[in-house]
């Protein structure tokens, strides 16, 4: 997601800042929780989230992964409702707040920033749309190698190995973000690991061949994150 705050000028940004706060979240540290009145605005400085509902019988599904440059819990304070998921780090991270009043003042101020946020709701619907679309009509197997390319799309690779996933996801956050059994996603990071489509040393993932990964889940090549 792109920045929504770049459409503010810069006596915005400083006032922005002066009353912002920031905070530095440990890995597996809860930011918000589902369900909590929604006071303001997370930005993410660094760092990774996931954002996730957990269903009637107890399991988490993660419907966003956000990085640097990513903000969170906008949907919530916009319509003044209170947050429709949770949201966790999964690495040490540093969060910047923006209480409400100051988010809508940006908006009742400046015409280019309310734009700027229309569209990225609109854009924000359009990805959960498509998730949705294909955790319905992909098989597991399909759903995992979905997974997997969306972890790199989003994170790339680990700077001193250009097939490392640069992210630690658990085999339980595995599971939330296929949609499955935590079995069953075990069992099938083994099916990958024989087929030669990733490696797994430790608990970090290698991708071996991701054209292959692509083909699997049906999705297009595109550009480094």
């Keep these: 997601m792109e920045n929504i705050f770049r459409a503010l000028n810069i006596d915005e940004v400083r006032t922005m800042s002066a009353n912002k706060r920031s905070k530095v979240y440990r890995r597996g540290e809860l930011?918000?929780?589902?369900?909590e009145h929604a006071a303001g605005l997370f930005c993410l400085s660094s760092g990774k989230i996931k954002v996730f509902?957990?269903?009637?019988?107890?399991r988490d599904l993660i419907v966003r992964l956000a990085r640097g440059g990513d903000t969170i819990g906008y949907r919530a304070l916009i319509s003044r409702e209170p947050y429709y998921a949770s949201a966790v780090a999964l690495e040490e991270s540093r969060v910047c707040f923006v209480p409400a009043d100051e988010f809508f003042r940006y908006i009742g101020m400046n015409s280019d920033f309310s734009m700027e946020l229309i569209q990225t709701l609109s854009r924000d619907l359009r990805q959960a749309e498509e998730r949705i679309l294909r955790l319905a009509q992909k098989t597991v197997r399909e759903r995992l190698a979905d997974a997997l390319i969306l972890l790199r799309d989003t994170y790339g690779f680990t700077p001193d190995?250009?097939?490392m996933l640069d992210v630690h996801l658990s085999r339980e956050d595995f599971a939330s973000l296929v949609g499955t059994a935590t079995e069953t996603v075990i069992r099938l990071i083994s099916d990958f690991r024989?087929?030669?489509f990733i490696e797994t040393p430790g608990k970090r993932v290698r991708l071996l061949d991701e054209k292959a990964l692509r083909q699997l889940a049906g999705i297009h090549p595109t550009g480094k994150p």
Excluded: A, M
Excluded at 53 to 58: A, D, F, R, S, W
């Design 53 to 58: 509902k957990t269903g009637e019988e107890g």
């Design 31 to 35: 930011i918000f929780r589902e369900g």
């Design 194 to 196: 024989s087929e030669g």
């Design 161 to 163: 190995d250009d097939k």
